[in-house]
């Protein structure tokens, strides 16, 4: 009997160190983990205008990696890109935090990667040896029309007013989102080739995913950006 006590005892003085030692690990983690997103983010008062209608590229936070630099490793955190303040957000003690752009080479969504070029935010399309093709992702606000003193002032409208670049080292070079035009970007030699690709795999030049298609086959045919 005193055998059985005695190796109960001892189970539970092991198991309440263990415990002790897993909540000091998880603690010091914590900390850690704060201490990380102090030195990447930054608490900004919102003071938006009222727009009808979402700020946001998703319709909530999504699961994102975040790649930093200084060393530190990547994180794991919900986060959603702001568009009319162009910065990526995430929450963290109940309060909404900008990440500094200057901490981070890219945000990993599952459908989506955002990089950093020249301190701003950019949606990457694509990504080779020889160019990027990364799209600004921006809203135009419209002030719809009304009469003063009758109806009160409506909240700001928008329509997404987004720019595709070109971006090689620390050039960038916008284009114009036209078949014509995006065909001139490549070797004249190609014009007809590419014609006759967009036209059978049904290319819209409005779709990320279809601009990768066209760029990834065509990459070594770009003409030099000036």
């Known amino acids: 009997m005193k055998n059985i006590l005695l190796i109960n005892l001892l189970l539970f003085l092991s198991f309440t160190i263990s415990s002790q030692t897993f909540n000091t690990s998880l603690n010091n983690q914590n900390s850690q983990f704060q ?23 998703y319709k909530k936070p999504q699961e994102a990696v975040i790649n930093l630099i200084d060393g530190y490793q990547p994180i794991r955190m919900k986060a959603n890109y702001n568009i009319i303040d162009e910065t990526i957000e995430v929450e963290s003690d109940e309060k909404i935090l900008n990440i500094k752009p200057g901490k981070v080479n890219f945000i990993a969504f599952k459908d989506a990667n955002f990089i950093v070029f020249q301190g701003n935010f950019y949606k990457e399309i ?22 003063v003193g009758i109806v009160e002032k409506p909240n700001l409208r928008f329509k997404r007013d987004d720019e595709i670049y070109i971006q090689h080292g620390e050039k960038k070079r916008m284009i ?17 080739q590419i014609k006759k690709f967009i036209k059978s795999n049904k290319i819209s030049i409005r779709k990320d995913v279809d601009l990768k298609l066209l760029f990834d086959n065509f990459k070594n045919d770009l003409k030099d950006i000036r």
């Not at 201490?35 to 209608?53: A, L, P, R, W």
């Not at 114009?176 to 007809?192: E, M, V, Y």
């Open 35 to 57: 201490k990380i997103i102090k030195d990447v983010t930054y608490f900004k008062v919102d003071q938006s205008t009222e727009i009808d209608g979402s700020r946001y590229y």
């Open 126 to 147: 694509t990504k080779n040896s020889n160019f990027s093709l990364i799209r600004a992702v921006i809203l135009k606000t419209i002030e719809p029309e009304y009469k």
């Open 176 to 192: 114009k989102i036209s078949k014509k035009s995006i065909i001139l970007l490549f070797d004249n030699s190609k014009a007809s």
